[in-house]
């Protein structure tokens, strides 16, 4: 963990960033989950995957849901998309109970969910086509939302001809296509090289600032849920309930130098202590075999 020393508290907002957020609030949630639980049978017995989840997204927030494995993120957000029902409590999109998927609700995956024999456009002209839409009007908006992805020239071409980022830019560009009030992003860009995911990311935040468009993005990674989120809300595991949500006190428009600043690394520092507290984290030692006589010690 990063030297707490000289860190202000995540707490603190300047008034432009708290100002943003106060706007935020007064506009009306598109996403409301309320005493949310979803329980598991299971041969041991019942598993309570989430218990009483409580908070909104607001209208064009990013919010970013981070902890443990198991912590229940994934069940979390296939109950939102409708893949999976609660066994308790409610989930609304713009104040509507969610009964199952639908073309409100965008997904994008980490394994690259395209049609592979169709090309880049085809895929995503899918959605809009089979909701009825006339092909010139499907074509003609397909072209506009792979232009917003930036892969207008690649728009003929079939998934395999393209790399992983340009994939899931195809994937962010299907799920638009529909319209959704929200999008469900469930570790994304899990699958890339680092530097990619970074390109991922900036993309993301510049597609995200050009439509009017809510995000919960799922993520593993602390720089690119503070990098990316408004708020981020953090599950503690077994069984999953809320911890904390956290306003993440970096200004906007982000870019990555402000990795460094330091309120950035203070509200890394926080959700490192809520996921992996001191008391949690200890060093698991190997067995003791040694299988080599070369006398140098390399630690
Ligand atoms: N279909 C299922 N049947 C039984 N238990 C399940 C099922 N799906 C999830 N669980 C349990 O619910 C809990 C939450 O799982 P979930 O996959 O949502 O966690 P997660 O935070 O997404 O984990 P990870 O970060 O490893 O993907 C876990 O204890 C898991 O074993």
């Not at 299971?42 to 997204?57: H, M, R, Y």
């Not at 980490?110 to 089979?130: C, H, I």
């Amino acid at each position: 963990m990063i030297a707490t020393l000289d860190l202000p508290d995540y707490r603190t907002q300047t008034p432009a960033v708290a100002e943003r957020f106060a706007k935020l609030k007064q506009r009306p949630p598109v996403l409301s989950v309320r005493g949310l639980e979803k329980r598991f049978p299971s041969p041991q017995g019942e598993v309570t995957a989430l218990k009483n989840i409580n908070f909104d997204v607001h209208r064009r927030e990013f919010m970013c849901v981070v902890g443990q494995s198991g912590c229940g993120k994934s069940t979390l957000i296939r109950m939102l998309a409708g893949l999976e029902t609660p066994s308790g409590g409610e989930l609304l999109v713009d104040g509507k109970p969610v009964r199952g998927p639908g073309r409100d609700r965008g997904m994008v995956f980490q394994g690259y969910t395209l049609f592979p024999w169709l090309t880049v456009k085809a895929n995503v002209m899918f959605g809009p086509l089979m909701a009825g839409k006339a092909k010139y009007t499907a074509e003609s908006e397909a072209r506009q939302w792979i232009e917003l992805v930036g892969l207008s020239k690649f728009e003929d071409a079939y998934p395999h001809q393209l790399s992983g980022g340009m994939k899931q830019r195809v994937a962010i560009a299907r799920a638009l296509a529909n319209e959704p009030r929200i999008l469900l992003m469930d570790e994304p860009f899990g699958a890339l090289d680092a530097q990619t995911r970074a390109q991922m990311q900036s993309y993301l935040l510049q597609i995200w600032k050009n439509i009017d468009i809510t995000i919960l993005f799922i993520t593993h990674d602390l720089d690119e849920a503070v990098y990316l989120s408004d708020r981020v809300l953090v599950l503690e595991a077994r069984p999953g309930r809320v911890k904390e949500i956290i306003e993440v006190p970096v200004p906007r428009p982000r870019d990555f130098s402000q990795i460094a600043l330091p309120e950035f690394m203070a509200t890394k520092n926080r959700l490192q202590e809520l996921i992996h507290p001191e008391s949690e984290r200890k060093e698991d030692k190997l067995p003791m075999l040694r299988l080599t006589t070369v006398g140098d010690d390399v630690e």
